[in-house]
């Protein structure tokens, strides 16, 4: 069932709560894939009832990224979450989640701001203010929904040990399921932003799995020195990568490592032409 308006999913949720169904949300942006169906399929395996969300969230956006061309496939995403079992896509207009005008600054709008810590590197650092959009629409989410249960893909690692963050420290009643990254079996991580590639492109995309992979089984023959693990880095990169990070950090808190252990992510950010591409392992 496809629905546009807070009331109309309020209404839904009220009616479950009353036979004390429990509820899974899938937050996501559209142009579903299979990374998005397997966060889907679970919530529908655990859950009575799924909500999948399906919104281009304009505060996560910063000035000069790409929401006027983020894909927008509304009819495709609504029959994948049909058949995957979905009871509710709920694909809200910006004006319906922020109000008339929507106007998006802070100044005019209350955000849930994530702590300096943890926002302060890794994405967060060229994309200031991203993960107060990302917070401020998923708080918005949970209270629309009421979740019992809230699905997220380790894809986006970053988001997901800040939402955790966000929950914990809001008492938010709702248990986050991480889910892990789904790849193509050449190894890339299936993102809507692959849609961006060109075919030579996603050959050049390779780069961010085989370094992660390889990081991995140095790790995994004894080498724990974070000096000697990026080196590893190098020799899969060439003209066509803009390296933005590859950094290792503790999987609860961000903090950085100087050598590797069982809770250490690496994660990886390049830019392939214009497009920017994440990816992230744990070393466990
Ligand atoms: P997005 O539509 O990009 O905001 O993603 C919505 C949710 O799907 C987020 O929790 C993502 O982490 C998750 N997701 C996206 N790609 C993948 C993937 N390849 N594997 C697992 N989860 C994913």
Same mark, same amino acid.
């Given at each position: ?65 790409? &929401? ?5 496939? +509304?009819?495709? $995403?609504? @029959?994948?979450?049909?058949? !995957?079992?979905?009871? /509710?896509? *709920? ?98 991580? &299936? ?5 961006? +590639?060109?075919? $030579?492109? @996603?050959?050049?995309?390779? !780069?961010?799995?085989? /370094?992660? *992979? ?71």
């Amino acid at each position: 069932m496809l629905v546009h308006t807070i009331d109309e999913v309020r209404e839904k949720i009220e009616e479950w709560k009353k036979q004390s169904l429990t509820v899974g949300l899938v937050p996501t942006m559209g142009a579903l894939h299979d990374g998005h169906l397997s966060l889907i399929k679970k919530s529908v395996e655990k859950c009575d009832k799924t909500v999948v969300s399906v919104f281009v969230n304009p505060i996560q956006f910063c000035p000069g990224e790409d &929401l006027d061309k983020y894909p927008r496939t +509304l009819d495709a $995403d609504e @029959k994948l979450c049909n058949d !995957a079992g979905a009871d /509710i896509v *709920f694909a809200p207009s910006p004006k319906e989640m922020y109000g008339e005008g929507h106007i998006l600054s802070n100044d005019f709008l209350t955000y849930v701001i994530p702590p300096f810590f943890y926002t302060n590197k890794l994405c967060g650092k060229s994309r200031v203010g991203h993960f107060d959009g990302v917070c401020t629409v998923v708080n918005k989410l949970f209270n629309i929904v009421q979740p019992d249960f809230a699905f997220f893909g380790e894809k986006d690692r970053q988001q997901l040990i800040i939402l955790k963050k966000m929950v914990k420290d809001l008492n938010i009643p709702v248990e986050i399921i991480p889910c892990p990254i789904v790849r193509e079996e050449s190894g890339l991580a &299936l993102s809507s932003r692959n849609k961006y +590639l060109s075919d $030579d492109d @996603k050959i050049h995309a390779l !780069a961010l799995s085989k /370094i992660l *992979f390889n990081i991995k089984a140095c790790y995994n023959k004894g080498i724990t020195d974070v000096k000697a693990l990026t080196e590893t880095a190098y020799s899969y990169l060439n003209e066509h990568h803009s390296l933005e990070y590859l950094e290792f950090r503790d999987a609860q808190d961000l903090e950085e490592k100087k050598t590797a252990d069982d809770n250490t992510i690496v994660f990886i950010a390049l830019k392939i032409g214009d497009v920017r591409l994440i990816d992230n392992i744990a070393l466990k």
